[in-house]
T-cell receptor, first 114, second 118 residues
């Protein structure tokens, strides 16, 4: 069975500083990895995904993520945080043989302070 | 292009009642998935429907059921509501359900229905 871990419940960063939100995963076969963001009273918005190829994936709103197969990690990064980035971030994995079923991590709340 | 819509947005029920939630996917999308989001358990997969057939099911009791209509709209039903069923129920739609990382099954989420059970 697949699983996703987000070890930090909350990440605090000052505006303008780089941010990292951590994610590790466990899945048999090729990992298909995703990051989603959730703003208050909203559904999930897709940020980026890793399917294959380049380990550095670029996504929406200046976010990127680095896939590391040996460490089974898929950390979300942004070079310069904005206050508007404050939200709940979810990492997810989808196995190759499970249709559209996503397994999510517990979520990390990102707080960007001015 | 309209996004995924879910109705109602908010719902209050009492224990023992049943509830039906509705999801209208993006036009042309044939796959609809449902997720439950709670503070304690996080985001958990309920089930997925594609072309009116249930493709996958999560680890939820039989009180949770769903269906999909020929126009791809989906409903989920929870019978004999319990306090622990209070949650945000999210629906996601995609073109297909081939699994893996294909853009064919990129999922778009609706705003959710917040169910409160008293």
């Amino acid at each position: 069975a697949q699983s996703v871990a987000q070890p930090e419940d909350q990440v605090n960063v000052a505006e303008g500083n780089p941010l990292t939100v951590k994610c590790t995963y466990s899945v048999s076969g090729n990992p298909y990895l995703f990051w989603y963001v959730q703003y208050p009273n909203r559904g999930l918005q897709f940020l980026l995904k890793y399917i294959t190829g380049d380990n550095l994936v670029k996504g929406s709103y200046g976010f990127e993520a680095e896939f590391n197969k040996s460490q089974t990690s898929f950390h979300l990064k942004k070079p310069s945080a904005l206050v508007s980035d404050s939200a709940l971030y979810f990492c997810a994995v989808r196995p190759n043989n499970a249709g559209n079923m996503l397994t999510f991590g517990g979520g990390t709340r990102l707080m960007v302070k001015p | 292009k309209a996004g995924v819509t879910q109705t109602p947005r908010y719902l209050i029920k009492t224990r023992g009642q049943q509830v039906t939630l509705s999801c209208s996917p993006i036009s042309g999308h044939r796959s609809v998935s449902w997720y439950q989001q709670t503070p304690g358990q996080g985001l958990q997969f309920l089930f997925e429907y594609f072309s009116e057939t249930q493709r996958n099911k999560g680890n939820f009791p039989g009180r949770f059921s769903g269906r999909q209509f020929s126009n791809s709209r989906s409903e989920m039903n929870v019978s004999t509501l319990e306090l622990g069923d209070s949650a945000l129920y999210l629906c996601a739609s995609s073109w297909g359900t081939s699994g893996g990382g294909s853009s064919y099954n990129e999922q778009f989420f609706g705003p959710g229905t917040r169910l409160t059970v008293l």
